[in-house]
Nanobody, 117 residues
Framework: QVQLVESGGGLVQAGGSLSISCAAS????????MSWHRQAPGKQRELVAS???????NYADSVKGRFTISRGNAKSTVLLQMNSLKPEDTAVYYC???????????WGQGTQVTVSS
């Protein structure tokens, strides 16, 4: 079984920065994709950024140039550095770990990020 534990998040003023992290534990398949998704009230969950086990990254257009996703020293961790935050970035941010070769994915419990104007 795989568990994802997110940390970080909180309240920040517009223009500020925040970092959130996610640590995976359990049986981790080496070929995997870790990603961050977010869901604002009344909206669908959307992909924010993803990173493969070999370091390839992908970003939503809305966060390109402001957010950076990276793997921690332990490859089972993923970090999201968020700069130049905007009120529209306010959402619950969820970590996801996907094993493409076996078609399984796992979600964290979510962490709230609130950006005040």
């Amino acid at each position: 079984q795989v568990q994802l534990v997110e940390s970080g998040g909180g309240l920040v003023q517009a223009g500020g920065s925040l970092s959130i992290s996610c640590a995976a534990s359990g049986t981790i398949v080496s070929s995997n994709v870790m990603s961050w998704h977010r869901q604002a009230p009344g909206k669908q969950r959307e992909l924010v950024a993803s990173i493969t086990s070999v370091g390839s990254t992908n970003y939503a257009d809305s966060v390109k140039g402001r957010f950076t996703i990276s793997r921690g020293n332990a490859k089972s961790t993923v970090l999201l550095q968020m700069n130049s935050l905007k009120p529209e970035d306010t959402a619950v941010y969820y970590c996801n770990l996907r094993f493409p070769l076996v078609g399984r994915d796992y979600w964290g419990q979510g962490t709230q990020v609130t950006v005040s104007s």
